[in-house]
């Protein structure tokens, strides 16, 4: 389950000197994105104009790659994997915790609507 792979991932790790596990909200600032992709929006969903979100979690390590990128909750399959495909592909400036890099926790919420253009992600992480 997720928190398997997050204890595997993170816990097992030497995190180094000044490395941390940590909140958004703990850190100088919100990791600026370097690489957003877009999820696709499922052909057959979008046909059928079915709407519909998912929800990401995912952590960000001190270099800025995405790791353990997670369904959190979705509508339907369909979406939960075009968001997953998406974030996995992401980048960030690496997050910074009192002037450290750092790995933080973090969650993207997805809106799937057929009458939309795609856009990056508003409020990305």
């Known amino acids: 389950d997720f928190q398997?792979?997050?204890n595997a991932f993170f816990g097992r790790q030497n995190l180094g000197v000044?490395?941390?596990l940590c909140r958004l909200s703990e850190l100088d600032a919100i990791p600026?994105?370097?690489?957003?992709?877009?999820?696709?929006?499922?052909a057959d969903l979008k046909?059928?104009?079915v709407e519909g979100g998912a929800l990401v979690s995912f952590f960000i390590d001190e270099t800025g790659r995405v790791h353990v990128a997670a369904n959190s909750g979705s509508?339907?399959?369909e979406f939960a994997a075009a968001a997953l495909a998406a974030v996995k592909q992401w980048t960030f400036a690496p997050p910074m915790r009192k002037g450290y890099p750092t790995r933080v926790f973090a969650v993207q919420e997805f809106n799937f609507?057929?009458?939309?253009?795609?856009?990056?992600?508003?409020?990305?992480?």
């Open 32 to 42: 600026e994105p370097v690489n957003l992709v877009v999820p696709e929006y499922p």
């Open 113 to 125: 609507a057929p009458d939309k253009v795609p856009a990056a992600p508003k409020g990305a992480v």
């Open 4 to 6: 398997e792979t997050v």
């Open 47 to 49: 046909a059928q104009r």
């Open 75 to 77: 509508t339907r399959p």
């Open 18 to 20: 000044g490395t941390s």
